[in-house]
C-alpha cells in the first residue's frame, strides 16, 4: 500500500513538472508573437554589391551603392515583423532586390505595415515601413529623380 502511494506521489510531481514546461513554453511563444523577430538582423552592408530600388507608383526604378546600402541595412536590420501573413495589401510599395557578392539575391517588399521577404509576408510595424519609403525617398531625391 505504502509502495503505491510513494508511487502515485511522483507520478503526479512528473505529470506537474511536464504541464509547467508546458506552460512556460506556450508563455516564450506568446511573447515572441506579442514583440516580433527581427527578420533581417543579420544582414550585412558589407555582404551587398547593391540595391535596385523600384517605388511604386510611379514606377520608379533607382539603384542604391556604397553609404546609400547602408543606410538601407540600418533600416532593415530594425524592421520588427510579427506574424506571418497571407494577405497583399494596396499602397505605396518599395521593392528592394539585394544582390550580395556570393552571387544570390534578396527579395524585400514594403508597403505599409505589410513586409514581405523572399516571398513570405509577415505583419510589421507601421514605423518601420514608413522609414523604408523615406529612406527611398530621400534616395530618389539624392539622384534628382521624381518619385
Given at each position: 500500500m505504502e509502495?503505491?502511494?510513494?508511487?502515485?506521489?511522483?507520478?503526479?510531481?512528473?505529470l506537474q513538472r511536464i504541464i509547467a514546461v508546458v506552460v512556460v513554453l506556450a508563455c516564450l511563444a506568446g511573447v515572441r508573437l506579442l514583440?516580433?523577430?527581427r527578420q533581417m538582423m543579420y544582414l550585412a552592408a558589407r555582404d551587398i554589391t547593391r540595391i535596385e530600388v523600384?517605388?511604386?507608383?510611379?514606377?520608379?526604378?533607382?539603384?542604391a551603392t556604397g553609404d546609400d546600402t547602408a543606410e538601407a541595412v540600418k533600416v532593415l536590420n530594425k524592421t520588427v515583423c510579427y506574424t506571418p501573413q497571407k494577405d497583399e495589401v494596396a499602397g505605396q510599395t518599395v521593392a528592394l532586390t539585394i544582390y550580395k557578392h556570393d552571387g544570390t539575391t534578396m527579395a524585400v517588399t514594403s508597403?505599409?505595415?505589410?513586409?514581405?521577404?523572399?516571398?513570405?509576408?509577415?505583419r510589421a510595424r507601421l514605423s518601420d515601413g514608413e522609414k523604408l519609403s523615406d529612406w527611398a525617398q530621400a534616395l530618389a531625391e539624392k539622384q534628382n529623380i521624381q518619385s
Open positions: 509502495n503505491q502511494t510513494a508511487a502515485s506521489a511522483r507520478g503526479r510531481r512528473g514583440l516580433g523577430t523600384t517605388i511604386t507608383p510611379p514606377g520608379t526604378t533607382l539603384t508597403c505599409g505595415d505589410f513586409l514581405t521577404i523572399d516571398g513570405k509576408g509577415y
